[in-house]
């Protein structure tokens, strides 16, 4: 079964307009860590955001919120006010089970790939 | 620089050659991360250091590949006898502390290809 799924390959968005990223994750572990980042065409992986499976509020980065549904097992990823540098593609990532067990590794979704039209 | 650095950028290698791809991290991260990514997938796990220590190598996908950190900074990630489904684009990301709640650095990746 799939952790991370992300059921958009890609998205079409006109500048200035909000934006919603789907992500489901599937774990049984009670922690965890949910995570987006931006891939531009340069390459490099851009932390955006991140939460915590604990975490009581949605997280929030400027223009970036995580829509955290736990009991639907969702982390949707809101950008609002795109921008045509938002252009890129998107990944939702998650880290199962807690620092204290040791858990490091993420694992990465298939990605969204998202374009603003001006 | 203040960015986690790879080399080569792009690496050409006919099969059966060896490579070794180079990864220097932020200096003073502690963990160091390598991650594979196939064309238009995400990326996958391969391996991670703590310092010079690899406490977990459970995505390397064959004995073919190795990584080392022998002085717990600079990391490199060596395929022997290269195949054509080894290519990929192959990512480093370090992190200052132990925690996962802190943000990884990537690197700009090594984009390897297998003729």
């Known amino acids: 079964a799939q952790k991370i799924t992300q059921t958009q390959p890609g998205m079409f968005v006109q500048e200035k307009e909000a934006v919603t990223l789907d992500c489901t994750y599937d774990t049984s572990d009670p922690s965890y860590g949910l995570f987006w980042y931006k891939q531009p065409s340069s390459g490099e992986m851009i932390f955006l955001i991140y939460q915590g499976s604990y975490d009581q509020q949605n997280a929030t980065e400027g223009r970036y919120s995580l829509n955290f549904q736990k009991a639907r097992k969702s982390a949707n990823l809101v950008i609002s006010a795109s921008q045509l540098g938002d252009s890129a593609m998107y990944f939702c990532a998650m880290r199962e089970g807690s620092i204290i067990q040791g858990a490091q590794k993420l694992v990465f979704g298939q990605g969204t790939r998202l374009t603003i039209n001006p | 620089g203040a960015g986690v650095s790879q080399s080569p950028r792009y690496k050409v290698a006919k099969r059966g050659q060896d490579v070794a791809l180079r990864c220097d991290p932020i200096?003073?991260?502690?963990?160091l991360f390598w991650y594979q990514q196939a064309l238009g997938q995400g990326p996958e796990f391969l391996t991670y250091f703590q310092n010079e220590a690899q406490l977990d190598k459970s995505g390397l996908p064959s004995d073919r590949f190795f990584a080392e950190r022998p002085e717990g900074s600079v990391s490199t990630l060596k395929i022997q006898r290269t195949q054509q489904e080894d290519s990929a684009v192959y990512l480093c990301?370090?992190?200052?502390?132990?925690?996962?709640?802190?943000?990884?650095?990537f690197g700009q990746g090594t984009r390897l290809t297998v003729v």
């Open positions: 990301a370090s992190r200052q502390g132990l925690t996962m709640n802190t943000e990884a650095f």
């Open positions: 200096s003073g991260h502690v963990s």
